[in-house]
């Protein structure tokens, strides 16, 4: 078959099954088309898209200032490595560090990637700076994390299936039960080599916990008075996903249009990756003040990809497009109502126990064990009614529509939702 032909739903589903790696395991819905918060299938069914690509489509699918920029630079220079300078990187950087206010940027491609710079850049700072002995840092992570698949990464998770058997692991990470205060002052108390604390700022991969008001803030403080840095992955919150233009801003007022990107909890390193695109390309970074960020010296660290032209001039077009439409804003306003309207509908429900999140990033828990495919089989039906999402673990749904979507389109997929629920009803 030629590579024009356009394919049934099931012969491209049969041919991934049968060339590709099994490692996800997709809702069958083949996709071929996404406009704004629509996709298309291959057979020309619309959906709303309630994933967002894990929140990198923020921007909606296929935004023309996205597009355009990508297309512009595609066609001018795409890749000269870090052999040599290119003429848009720096004004990415500029653009990105103004806009989260740190002082310089370390540019990747993936999240995984962004997540290992950090905890490289935190190692060589703890060495360093704070003068732990060599080979001898810690740094703490949080029970039921998710920071991506590297060896590294994997070996301070505690997912089975993402572990299992991927052995030996890598050493120096002490996990502490999420939203627990005690927890982290009592691991920051008895360990001395303590060099960083890495934390999701609401876990999302875990099922969308939001942790408890204040938390973020008290473990800063803490990291502050032990001098350890705290290192926020944004990776999934970040980039007004939460109704803010991060979920470290926490009540700041930077959900308004002129977000100058005042976090009221300040990371000492912020980890950026997915809508740092808008999903039109891998790109990630790092971001931290000088005082840690110079530690990293030519040769230390690298990617051939990282802070190519193209990857530059998206990522610039991809945060003008937050502020331009005041995303953040609209995650705020749209989270709240669907959060509203869906708390109405689950006073009434057997099949749903409760909704929870923060703007435009939720979840609802389904009254099923975590082994029943009662989640499965109400994606489905979600899909054969027009709306696509993904259990995360087996009885949470996640809900995370791109962030141009209007408040008549949000109210149109809350009715989709409860419908199909209904049809679960005991
Ligand atoms: C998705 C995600 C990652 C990993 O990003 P990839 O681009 O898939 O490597 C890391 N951290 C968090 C919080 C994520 O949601």
Not at 110 to 137: M, P, Q, S
Not at 270 to 299: E, F, H, Q, R, T
Not at 337 to 347: A, N, W
């Amino acid at each position: 078959m030629a590579v024009l032909d356009q394919l049934t739903s099931q012969q491209a589903i049969d041919l991934e099954n049968k060339y590709g790696a099994h490692n996800y395991h997709p809702l069958p819905v083949v996709l071929s088309r996404g406009e704004g918060v629509y996709v298309w299938d291959v057979e020309g069914k619309k959906y709303y898209d309630f994933l967002s690509a894990y929140s990198a489509v923020n921007q909606g699918h296929c935004h023309p200032k996205i597009v355009d920029a990508m297309t512009n630079q595609a066609q001018t220079l795409t890749l000269t490595s870090r052999a040599f300078y290119n003429d848009m990187l720096g004004k990415f950087e500029k653009f990105a560090t103004e806009t989260f206010n740190f002082d310089k940027l370390l540019p990747m491609n993936t999240g995984a990637e962004a997540v290992e710079t950090a905890l490289k850049l935190c190692r060589k700072w703890a060495y360093e700076v704070k003068g732990i002995h060599e080979n001898e840092a810690q740094i703490i992570v949080c029970e039921n994390n998710f920071h991506g698949r590297t060896t590294t990464i994997i070996s301070f998770s505690n997912d089975p299936v993402a572990r299992k058997n991927f052995g030996p692991y890598t050493d120096g990470f002490i996990k502490i039960e999420y939203d627990n205060l005690q927890a982290l002052e009592d691991a920051l108390n008895s360990n001395n080599n303590v060099a960083g604390f890495l934390v999701e700022p609401i876990q999302g991969e875990a099922g969308v916990y939001v942790p408890s008001e204040g938390y973020l803030a008290a473990a800063k403080a803490l990291c502050e008075k032990h001098n350890v840095l705290f290192i926020a992955d944004e990776v999934q919150t970040g980039i007004a996903r939460t109704g803010r233009l991060l979920a470290t801003c926490g009540n700041c007022s930077c959900a308004d249009k002129h977000c100058s990107g005042t976090p009221e909890v300040k990371p000492d390193i912020l980890i950026l990756g997915k809508a740092l695109s808008g999903g039109a390309y891998p790109v990630s970074a790092v971001l931290a003040n000088d005082d840690i960020m110079n530690v990293i010296k030519p040769g230390n660290h690298g990617s051939t990809f990282g802070g190519n032209p193209v990857a530059a001039a998206i990522g610039m077009a991809a945060l003008e497009v937050i502020k331009d439409e005041a995303l953040a804003h609209n995650a705020d306003e749209l989270g709240k109502v669907f959060r509203t309207e869906m708390s109405k509908y689950i006073e009434n429900s057997s099949i749903v126990n409760a909704v929870r999140g923060k703007g435009l990033l939720n979840a609802i828990l389904i009254n099923d064990s975590e082994e029943s495919d009662t989640a499965w089989n109400i994606c489905l039906r979600l899909r054969d009614n027009g709306l696509l999402a993904k259990p995360t673990h087996g009885n949470i749904i996640r809900f995370a529509p791109p962030l141009v979507m209007n408040k008549e389109q949000l109210l149109d997929c809350v009715s989709i939702i409860i419908s199909t629920l209904q049809e679960f009803e005991a």
